[in-house]
């Protein structure tokens, strides 16, 4: 390791300790409950925890810093046990552009709307949408458009959503048969028109918002061997995007890549020019996230710890 890249990395420990959370207060969790957490960037936390009966795959960070928890003196008064979704246990969550609201979907195949009130309680509407055939897998909002919001089932369908239509209403896209089987994760790219999706079958497909009514993918990538459980767009360079999958692989992708003639290579034939990198080492690798501030910084979390990445083509 040279010196400067030994700078590079202290700083860079000096940095994250600098951003460790804080928790502020102790949210009562849903019962049965939802096993995420969710930090948003000013350092406060929201902290639900609670049986594992399902993992709550989508948790995000508010990006204006909303400090979503009222102090320790108010940690009882998350919500009331009348205001919480009626029936099924939490399977997804994500949290709206604008702070203060979040999205969440559940095993019984609703998604409902949460609004932050005054005295820093949640407030639950419980006019569920109701459009999916089976648990709701992921939701994702629209980086672009505040009302629009996506979600994916296991039902193998993704669906695009009006916030401002009444539930019954508000579905304005049913995508049915994105995967061959379940669909695990979406996330929405904030440079471009573009969804990403990965599956049960292993596939991670890419779509073009302006063209998905035509139910055609604009790429396919079949490379890991297991379903896929986690994909992030990298909110730094256009098209790059992470996938992590159940074959304990984690993955980097660059759509802008030029195609590289491998045939004369009889080891790589078969590796998609657009794969940067493989990331190796980890057991029951379960999300893979990309840091918002430090440029190509890449965190995955498995059962045996997580690992920070820098790439260097990134």
Not at 139 to 152: A, D
Not at 247 to 259: E, F, H, K, Y
Request: charged share 25%; net charge negative; glycine share 8%.
């Amino acid at each position: 390791m040279t010196t400067d890249d030994a700078t590079k990395t202290l700083n860079l420990t000096a940095f994250l300790a600098e951003q460790r959370p804080r928790t502020v207060g102790k949210a009562v969790a849903p019962k049965p409950g939802l096993n995420t957490e969710v930090i948003s960037p000013d350092g406060s936390r929201l902290d639900l925890t609670g049986p594992h009966r399902c993992l709550g795959r989508g948790g995000r960070a508010s990006p204006e810093g909303q400090n979503w928890l009222a102090g320790p003196q108010q940690q009882d008064t998350y919500r009331s046990a009348d205001d919480e979704p009626r029936g099924g246990s939490k399977a997804s969550l994500n949290v709206f552009l604008a702070p203060g609201r979040l999205a969440t979907g559940d095993c019984r195949r609703n998604i409902h709307l949460w609004k932050l009130v005054e005295g820093g309680t949640w407030q639950v509407d419980q006019r569920a949408f109701k459009k999916h055939e089976d648990s709701v897998e992921d939701i994702r909002w629209s980086k672009s458009e505040q009302s629009v919001f996506f979600s994916c089932s296991s039902d193998r369908s993704i669906k695009i959503w009006d916030a401002r239509a009444k539930p019954d209403n508000a579905c304005m896209f049913d995508l049915q048969n994105a995967h061959d089987s379940d669909v695990n994760v979406i996330d929405v790219s904030n440079t471009q028109q573009l969804l990403i999706s990965g599956g049960d079958d292993g596939a991670v497909k890419i779509w073009d918002l302006r063209t998905i009514k035509e139910a055609n993918p604009v790429a396919v990538f079949k490379y890991h061997q297991g379903p896929i459980n986690s994909v992030e767009w990298c909110p730094h360079e256009r098209g790059v995007f992470a996938a992590s999958s159940e074959d304990d692989v984690v993955t980097l992708w660059d759509l802008t890549a030029d195609a590289i003639n491998f045939t004369e290579h009889e080891n790589l034939k078969n590796v998609p020019p657009q794969l940067l990198f493989i990331h190796l080492g980890q057991r029951e690798v379960k999300e893979v996230h990309w840091h918002p501030s430090c440029e190509g910084v890449l965190f995955s979390t498995a059962i045996n710890g997580f690992n920070i990445a820098k790439t260097i083509s990134v």
